[in-house]
């Protein structure tokens, strides 16, 4: 072994071992959120926010706000990925718009686990049940890398923060686009 191999390999392996704790947490997390949705007794207890038609209309309407936020965290972040000195204020705005995002699904997975667990009647239903679950576990997985940003690479954040997006487009695309596309914007 080469003295330049034996200096690389340290700073190599510096990230490794956080990041494979942030993605096994974020796999944990996951699995727990579909596991209690699948194993506990649904409450039918519907989220009733003022203002919509029906619980499905507010989780819908809510996602698709969250979409938009993520939008704008996908251009944000693209732009202080290529460019280091971005303004302060596209940095304020690109943190904000995450929380945003993340804070208007709150309401719907707690709808989602509490009042109608885990389902599977059909595929479009079973992947969105999936895609839920995986897309938190994504958020932990990401959120926990953050904290050892000055060790990883920017890649990592770019990657989990798309793999973050993607999902929720995809929990989207299977949940309010459907609705949108099947029953109109509102009932």
């Known amino acids: 072994m080469t003295t330049r191999q034996v200096a690389v390999s ?6 490794a071992k956080p990041l494979l704790v942030a993605l096994l947490s974020g796999c944990a ?13 649904p409450s039918n207890y519907a989220l009733d926010v003022a203002g919509f038609s029906s619980p499905l209309y507010a ?11 993520a939008v704008v965290q996908l251009i944000t972040g693209s732009r202080i990925t290529r ?11 690109h943190r904000w718009s995450g929380r945003i995002a993340i804070l208007l699904t709150v309401p719907v997975i707690i709808h989602c686990i509490y009042a109608l667990g885990f389902q599977a009647y059909s595929a479009r239903v079973l992947a969105h049940s999936v895609l839920g679950c995986l897309f938190y576990g ?12 000055d060790t990883m690479p920017n890649w990592v954040l770019a ?13 989207w695309a ?8 099947t029953q109109g914007a509102h009932s």
């Open 29 to 41: 997390v996951a699995l727990a959120l579909g596991l209690y949705a699948r194993l506990h007794h």
């Open 159 to 171: 990657v989990l923060g798309g793999v973050v997006f993607a999902l929720l487009i995809a929990v």
């Open 174 to 181: 299977t949940s309010a686009l459907w609705l949108f596309a």
């Open 10 to 15: 340290p700073a190599r392996d510096q990230y």
């Open 83 to 93: 460019r280091p000195a971005s303004p302060a204020w596209m940095i304020t705005l």
């Open 138 to 149: 994504a958020f932990v997985a990401k959120m926990l890398s953050l904290v050892r940003r």
């Open 59 to 69: 989780k819908a309407w809510l996602t698709t706000v969250a979409v938009a936020f």
